[in-house]
């Protein structure tokens, strides 16, 4: 009987610590998931019954999504869209040739070069504002697109060159000079085989670039100008006349984050083999 | 002989890697046609030797004349070399066809030459059926294919092969090997083939050069190379460590002999004689497994016999490989068929003097 007891009593517990981490589990994923939930839900009711229950949903209606677009949600979101796609298109442009000089030239100073270029990632983006700020007043790039445009090709550069080199240092060099000895140019090496190998870093690179600038509020809200405005600066000024329009304000987040939910899944496999670099071997 | 009949000669090149000296003073020359194998261990230098001369590294000191013309200062595609790499280096994301092509598309030949060569060499390589796969969706016997392809496709002066049977299985390499002599025959190329592995280098070069630690040790005809090995260290290496050995000493008088095999042996006198000519007071007597004969008795020996412990065989085909051990020695014979005697028998070790190398016991260095 004794003996039993020491086969069973451990079991009983493994089971009960199973469920409670189970438990925890579903406890987290409610916190995550409810707000997100709630958003869609108040996105979707009539506008009567929007400080009903959370979990109340007697009809589905489009009216605040008709609302948003009246407010002008949709300009906001392709500003968003011009924006962020513009700082990542020229981040990436240059973080490829970057990258590549830093892979294969004795770059002098690479090592130095390398950490500087990190290191404008870790100041506060807050100490930069008002120098940015003032230049941009000056030169005239304050509420255009280009303006934010450049901020965010900056903001996004570091982690692109850091994370298409490391693709980069993955290829054998034999294989440059392979085609060395072919009889190639640089450029074509880069352009036709070294870019279409890094392919996925690239798109890791991309997808984390986009996810930064999609959600930055910071210089969006400095820089740009009435038309410009992305769609987290439109968020943060939105007011009803009589207090909040919660049901507009949930119908613009819903348009506003399924492009970057959409990104997010169609590149996941190259993100996270972007989140490992450097630590596995492919 | 003028300088001129040679297409490439090496002078002195030497190349330091972080202190390390890794090519020190290598030089050699060679006629149109002929094909040369350098072997030596990994990390001899070889890879960085081809590199040189394919102009990838830039040596610290020497020469590459090509054609009787200093390449130091010309890119690799200028030099009229092509190159197979060890790693192979294929474009993963190109097809067969553009891998082959790649040369051909950086001389900008028109799409009509490019497709006739590409047949013509993948026909010569049988890889005809592969050119639309990928160059990642190959097997390794394929991917070696393709890359020798590559460098043939090229029109080059000089073919330079860095290890191009490595990890390949037996069947491949046999094919592969066959298929070199016929590249050398038809073609008319000249080639120089890196490689670690002594039956390779045996088999396919006109000459042979030996490179140890960076340094030439020993050049000349493969069977130069094989049956005079300047020291013992290259006739081991030859046999991948497993070289026939017996050290013969005679005292100062000159006549009392011992052998490191123990009390149970019988010496020709011709070793004596050896012995007493070259004035040393041991020998290291060597032979390969070819010319050692293991058997259940050996009638005639003339030459040393030892009698030994019969251990195991390996089939290899035609012949056998048997293994006797005395003590901590062990011998290996290739034999045709297997010796009538089970695990553990006595058996007896015989080397005639004909086919003995003999080493000089102070400092291995081929006496005869």
Known sequence: MRKRNQYTTPLVLYRVRKSLKFALLIALLAIYLIPIYGMFSLAFKPRAEIYSGLFELTRVTLENFEEAYRYGAYSAITNSIIVTVGGVAIALVLAVLASYAFSRFAVKGKNILMFYILSTRMMPPITLIIPIFIMFFNVGLKGTYLGLILVYAMMSLPLSIWMIKSFIDDIPKDIDQAALVDGHSTMFILFKIIIPMVIPGIAASAAFAAIMLWNEFLFALLLSGVDTKPTSVLLSSIRGERGFNWGRVAAIEVVYILPIIILVFWLQKYMLRGLTFGTVRR | MGKDEYIIQVEKIAKTYNGRRVLNDISFALRRGELLAILGPPGSGKTTLLKIIAGLIKQDAGDVIINGRIVNDLPPYERGVSLVFETLALYPNMSV???????????????????????????????????????????????????????????????????????????????????????????????????????????????????????????????????????????????????????ISIDSYGKSVSMDVGQEFSIDPYFLKVLREVGETSITLASYADGCIVDKSVESCSGIKVAGEFIGYEYRGSEYLVYARKGERVFRSLRASLPNVTFGERVEVCIPHTNALLFSGKTGSLIR
């Open chain 2, 97 to 247: 066809y553009e891998n082959i092509a790649s040369p051909l598309i950086a001389e900008k030949k028109d799409k009509e030459y490019i497709d006739r060569r590409v047949g013509e060499i993948s026909r010569l390589l049988k890889i005809e059926h592969i050119l639309g796969r990928k160059a990642d969706k190959l097997s390794g016997g394929e991917r070696q294919r393709v890359a020798i392809a590559r460098a043939l496709a090229k029109e080059a002066e000089i073919y330079l092969l860095d290890e191009p049977l490595s990890n390949l299985d037996a069947k491949i390499r046999y094919a592969l090997r066959t298929e070199f002599k016929k590249l050398k025959s038809l073609l008319g190329k000249t080639i120089i083939l890196a490689t670690s592995d002594p039956s390779d280098a045996l088999a396919l070069g006109d000459k042979v050069m030996l490179l140890f630690n960076g340094a030439v040790i020993q050049e000349g005809p493969p069977i130069d190379i094989y049956y005079a090995p300047r020291n013992i260290s290259i006739a081991r290496y030859l046999t991948g460590n497993i070289l026939n050995e017996v050290s």
